[in-house]
């Protein structure tokens, strides 16, 4: 059965020690890891990217939990900390692919004259060579 903490005794336990410290963070990780993955998901729309974006995260978190003021929930610590990588991440993966996904490269209109001329095998030489 998993322990379930509220965020004072997660606090209190990572402010303790070691053996203390690691229980704090798996209880983190267990108790808040699905909804921020839900978070990111929805950013990313790529499991590969959320789960690099989630360990970030919590190697993020792990450092800096010490720093937590309780000022606010722990959640929405979190949240922040999450939301913050996440766009961190995808704007480094935007300039590595330079790719803008939102805009059209290549558009094949009905009646087109140029393409109304070639075979569906040929047009699909040319989708790929325009794809690679």
Do not use: C
Request: charged share 30%.
């Amino acid at each position: 059965m998993k322990e379930h903490l509220d965020d004072n005794e997660i606090i209190e336990l990572f402010n303790q020690g070691a053996k203390d410290k690691n229980r704090a963070f798996k209880a983190i990780v267990s108790q808040y890891g699905d909804v921020l993955y839900r978070q990111i998901r929805t950013l990313t729309r790529n499991h590969e990217w959320t789960n690099d974006v989630l360990q970030n995260v919590f190697i993020k978190v792990f450092q800096n939990l010490s720093n937590f003021k309780g000022e606010s929930a722990l959640y929405t610590w979190l949240y922040r900390i999450t939301r913050n990588e996440t766009l961190t991440f995808l704007q480094k993966e935007k300039k590595k692919t330079g790719i803008d996904i939102d805009t059209p490269y290549l558009e094949i209109l009905a009646g087109n004259e140029s393409l109304d001329q070639h075979s569906p095998e040929k047009i699909m030489e040319i989708l790929q060579k325009a794809i690679d």
